[in-house]
């Protein structure tokens, strides 16, 4: 096999690779005699088939496969042993010929690609002398009382009252349809609705009211936001083609959530730790996991902000002629257009890859197997937690079934590597404490989350 690479610009360059007849006759004879041993054709028993029936049957296939394999397996192992680091994959030259795979007449094969180049520079942004804000964000001691009612929410009962309706109760109503057509009985269901989710106008229709009350309602313009469709969907799904929307209602149920009470088995059911048995306990837990909490929201941010700044300070050139063709290459429904749409997006995610294996190769940072699947183990389990858990489930064999994805494997490791990197930078640079509250903490989520939309 020979190989010439040629510099075709600072950051391309354009590889031949010629496959000689000595490199591939002896894999091509093989791959044939495989075809001669098990091939069934009619008037020749079993492994019998002459080889000059086998090659026009078999042999452009065959050796279209056998010189594609080698080609893939030399450019794989050019690349590597001459250390060429490549943007996307290499890509067919303009300059390459046709290539004819005549079994008849064997000769030299000769393949062009373009290839990308990786570019070279001096990470800057990340040294000792460099001075990063390290957001900390005010903790509010009401927060906890907010997290106990909150807690007493989700764990209270909804329970039947007999009381003056209130605006987070919930409403059975009895509707009967006000004028129905003369060939048909009025039209009668049920409906069960919310106050809060009630407009203006149907609110002061309900509120206040008491159990087996009476009022008149036009159901199109009760609750918020709900058009004809809706209506008929949710409230009148059984209801005749011709129904009309003035009803008469009465107030058949009224349930009211009656909030859990603070004490041992509410504390054991929402943290899951029999050690809380007080408010106090309770108090002091709240405030132990919201100081983690936002002290790592805040981290988070800290992080977001150095690698913004890190793709900004570290301007340096891409092959963008090439790196367009090869994003039009991997979607054949990706057009050009698309390709300039997105393309600025798609500049910003590769500096910060380069700039993330640049650091991870000067201080050896690695994930191994074994913090990938314990990786993928926390957020299975946060999941299910969410729901409550689920007894009895095996998370090893979900792992397992999760790293048999190859996709998902380097999803997780380029997670997995991004959080090593910028811890390892938080470790380097100067982090200078800064107080934000809450509020201004929610403004900058909210701010980051719009400029990744």
Not at 306 to 320: A, S
Not at 431 to 438: A, E, I
Request: charged residues 35%; glycine residues 4%; hydrophobic residues 35%.
């Amino acid at each position: 096999m020979k190989t010439e690479l040629i510099e075709t610009g600072d950051l391309s360059s354009q590889l031949t690779i010629v496959l000689e007849k000595d490199d591939y006759i002896g894999r091509l004879n093989d791959e044939l005699k495989k075809y001669k041993n098990k091939a069934h054709i009619k008037g020749f028993r079993k492994g019998k088939t002459p080889m000059s029936a086998i090659r026009k049957m078999y042999g452009q296939s065959v050796l279209a496969e056998v010189i594609n394999d080698k080609l893939q397996n030399g450019l794989s192992d050019y690349i590597t042993d001459n250390k060429i680091e490549i943007l996307g994959n290499p890509l067919p030259s303009d300059n390459q010929k046709q290539i004819d795979f005549d079994i008849k007449n064997l000769s030299d094969f000769e393949f062009v690609f373009d290839l990308g180049l990786a570019p070279e520079f001096i990470l800057v942004g990340a040294s000792e002398a460099d001075v990063y804000d390290d957001i900390q964000v005010d903790f509010e001691g009401s927060m906890i009382d907010e997290e106990l009612e909150s807690l007493r929410k989700r764990f209270g009962t909804q329970e039947e009252v007999d009381e003056t309706i209130l605006s987070d109760d919930i409403l059975q109503i009895e509707i009967t349809e006000q004028s129905a057509p003369a060939d048909r009985d009025a039209f009668q269901t049920n409906i069960t609705v919310m106050p809060d989710r009630l407009n203006e106008d149907a609110q002061k229709l309900v509120l206040g009211k008491k159990l087996g009350e009476e009022f008149k309602m036009d159901i199109l313009n009760f609750e918020k936001d709900a058009d004809e469709e809706y209506v008929k969907k949710y409230f009148l799904k059984d209801a005749p083609e011709d129904i009309t929307f003035e009803f008469n209602a009465i107030i058949a149920g009224i349930k009211r959530l009656k909030l859990a009470e603070l004490n041992e088995d509410l504390f054991t059911k929402a943290f899951g730790n029999p050690e809380i048995k007080t408010e106090e306990e309770a108090r002091n837990y709240l405030k132990e996991e919201l100081e983690s909490f936002y002290k790592t929201q805040g981290r988070s941010i800290t992080k977001r902000y150095i690698l913004e700044n890190l793709t900004e300070v570290n301007n340096f050139e891409l092959p963008d002629e090439f790196l367009k063709r090869w994003l039009l290459s991997t979607n054949e429904k990706t057009t050009p257009e698309d390709i300039e749409r997105d393309y600025s997006g798609f500049v910003k995610n590769l500096k910060w890859t380069l700039i993330k294996q640049s650091i991870a190769k000067a201080h050896d940072l690695e994930i191994g197997p074994d913090e990938i699947k314990a990786a993928l183990r926390i957020k299975i389990e946060k999941q299910f937690a969410q729901f409550g858990g689920y007894p009895g489930i095996n998370y090893d064999d979900m792992v397992n079934r999760l790293m048999q994805n190859q996709e998902t494997i380097q999803k997780e490791y380029e997670e997995l590597l991004a959080e090593k990197v910028l811890d390892k930078v938080c470790d380097i640079v100067e982090l200078k404490p800064k107080n934000v509250s809450l509020d201004k903490y929610k403004e900058i989520v909210k701010e980051l989350q719009e400029n990744i939309a």
